[in-house]
T-cell receptor
Framework: GENVEQHPSTLSVQEGDSAVIKCTYS??????FPWYKQELGKRPQLIIDIRSNVGEKKDQRIAVTLNKTAKHFSLHITETQPEDSAVYFC????????????FGTGTSLTVIP | SQTIHQWPATLVQPVGSPLSLECTVE??????LYWYRQAAGRGLQLLFY??????ISSEVPQNLSASRPQDRQFILSSKKLLLSDSGFYLCAWNRDRKYGYTFGSGTRLTVV
C-alpha cells in the first residue's frame, strides 16, 4: 500500500519567515496530493492541493511543489503569521483500491511573534 | 452546498460500554465516507471507508465496526469499548479520490 512520510514533525519559525514541510510517497501511481491544516481541537481543513500533471501551485502565501520523479512534494508558507500555527498534514491518493487517502504523520508548526 | 454533520462532539464512556457515533452528509449523493481516528498528538489513522450503501472496508482490525444504512449516513460502533479506543474520531467525505476530504467536526471520546 501507499506510505507517506512527512518531515519535520515539529517546526518553529519567527513571524515573517518562511516554513517548508516535506512529504514523500511510495506509490508512483498516486496522482493527487492535498494538504490539511488542523488547529488545536478542531477538524483538519483542506488548504491547498496539487495534481500530478502540475509541478507547482500557489495560493497567496501558500504554495505546493511536486516532484514526481523523486516522489516528493512540499508545502511552502511565506511571510508566516501567528495564525499559521497549527498541525499540517500531507496526504496522497492511493489509486489501487477505493478512494481513500493516506496521511503523513503531521508537522506541528509554531510561528513565534 | 454540501455539509457534514457528526455527533456527539464529546463523549465519556466506561470501559466495556457500547459506542455509536453518527455522521451524515447533506447536499450530495453517493459520497465516499470515511472514519478516521486521531490519538492525542498523533496522526490520522484510517479506520473504515465506504463507497456505497452497505459497502464497508476495514483498514485496521479491532473491536470497532462501521455501517452505512443509508446513502449519506455512516455509523461507527463498538460493542465493548477499550481504554485504547480513546481519541478524536473524525468522519470525512469526498466525491472520489480526485477531490480532497471535507471532515466533520469530530467526536472526542474518552474511555474511562
Amino acid at each position: 500500500g501507499e506510505n507517506v512520510e512527512q518531515h519535520p514533525s515539529t517546526l518553529s519559525v519567527q513571524e515573517g519567515d518562511s516554513a517548508v514541510i516535506k512529504c514523500t510517497y511510495s506509490d508512483s501511481a498516486s496522482n493527487y496530493f492535498p494538504w490539511y491544516k488542523q488547529e488545536l481541537g478542531k477538524r483538519p481543513q483542506l488548504i491547498i492541493d496539487i495534481r500530478s500533471n502540475v509541478g507547482e501551485k500557489k495560493d497567496q502565501r501558500i504554495a505546493v511543489t511536486l516532484n514526481k520523479t523523486a516522489k516528493h512534494f512540499s508545502l511552502h508558507i511565506t511571510e508566516t503569521q501567528p495564525e499559521d500555527s497549527a498541525v499540517y498534514f500531507c496526504a496522497a491518493s492511493w489509486t489501487n483500491t477505493g478512494n481513500q487517502f493516506y496521511f503523513g504523520t503531521g508537522t506541528s508548526l509554531t510561528v513565534i511573534p | 452546498s454540501q455539509t457534514i454533520h457528526q455527533w456527539p462532539a464529546t463523549l465519556v464512556q466506561p470501559v466495556g460500554s457500547p459506542l455509536s457515533l453518527e455522521c451524515t452528509v447533506e447536499g450530495t449523493s453517493n459520497p465516499n465516507l470515511y472514519w478516521y481516528r486521531q490519538a492525542a498528538g498523533r496522526g490520522l489513522q484510517l479506520l473504515f471507508y465506504s463507497v456505497g450503501i452497505g459497502q464497508i472496508s476495514s483498514e485496521v482490525p479491532q473491536n470497532l465496526s462501521a455501517s452505512r444504512p443509508q446513502d449519506r449516513q455512516f455509523i461507527l460502533s463498538s460493542k465493548k469499548l477499550l481504554l485504547s479506543d480513546s481519541g478524536f474520531y473524525l468522519c470525512a467525505w469526498n466525491r472520489d479520490r480526485k477531490y480532497g476530504y471535507t471532515f466533520g467536526s469530530g467526536t472526542r471520546l474518552t474511555v474511562v
